[in-house]
């Protein structure tokens, strides 16, 4: 084989990885809408979601990204996606304990250059409760009262070092009210003259976002007009909203 069919032979199995592991599936949940949107670049990033139903009703939604390129990002997040569904499922409602676990458990399982980024929140759909922890990856935004607000919390990447704790935090999601998950790979593109799609401008986007149109995408449209038509996509997007239906 020429260098250039094992080149696309890779791409297509870590490609065949990558989704593999993605959910097939969007859980159905009474008076909440959950929209995942997944956008692989043509070399395969690490990015993952997935969605873990929890005892009591609860679901888990996780959204993480894995350093590196091709089939070691592939692999790499496809055994982060197994280990974060076994811990969920047997520690049940601690993001932090979530972490924490599957932290010590990918050390010893993953080559010493790569960590995995990645944000785990259990919902609550009943109360609306929002518990979450975040280990190193972009902080998530709340769209509320048309403002956006992060949902902060330390913790540093999955897979660097032994020993660490992952702060836990709670908030409440009202009626009307929605949150955006999503990985570097939206902020991070750029414009035919070079500027980055940047923080800054997600988060205003996030803050004017009016209902109607859901929000990824509202989000795809303001990012394909940024990057214009000729647009070589660098890295993997991936988005998911989390939103309460207006009472």
């Known amino acids: 084989m020429h260098e250039r069919e094992l080149l696309e032979h890779e791409l297509r199995v870590a490609r065949s990885i990558q989704q593999a592991s993605l959910p097939k599936d969007v859980p159905t949940l009474e008076g909440w809408q959950i929209s995942p949107y997944y956008q692989p670049a043509r070399e395969v990033g690490g990015d993952f979601y997935d969605f873990h139903l929890l005892s009591e009703d609860q679901l888990g939604v996780v959204v993480g990204d894995a350093t590196g390129k091709?089939?070691?990002?592939?692999?790499?997040?496809?055994?982060?996606?197994?280990?974060?569904?076994?811990?969920?499922?047997?520690?049940?409602?601690?993001?932090g304990e979530v972490l924490q676990r599957v932290n010590e458990t990918l050390l010893s399982r993953i080559p010493s250059n790569m960590f995995v980024t990645c944000f785990y929140t259990i919902l609550d759909p009943n109360s609306g409760s929002l518990s979450y922890a975040n280990a190193g990856h972009d902080l998530p935004y709340l769209h509320r009262n048309g403002e956006a607000e992060e949902l902060r919390a330390r913790g540093m990447p999955l897979g660097l070092m032994p020993g660490m704790s992952y702060e836990e935090k709670e908030t409440i999601l009202e009626a009307g009210e929605s949150a955006l998950f999503y990985s570097d790979g939206l902020v991070e593109a750029h414009d035919p003259k070079g500027e980055m799609f940047g923080f800054p401008r997600l988060r205003t986007l996030v803050a004017e976002h009016a209902?109607?149109?859901?929000?990824?995408?509202?989000?795809?449209?303001?990012?394909?007009?940024?990057?214009?038509?000729?647009?070589?996509?660098?890295?993997?997007?991936?988005?998911?909203?989390?939103q309460r239906s207006a009472q």
């Open 211 to 242: 209902k109607g149109e859901p929000l990824v995408d509202f989000l795809m449209d303001k990012l394909r007009s940024f990057t214009g038509d000729g647009w070589e996509q660098e890295d993997d997007i991936t988005l998911v909203t989390l």
């Open 70 to 95: 091709g089939v070691p990002a592939a692999l790499v997040m496809s055994t982060t996606c197994g280990m974060l569904q076994l811990a969920a499922q047997a520690l049940d409602s601690s993001p």
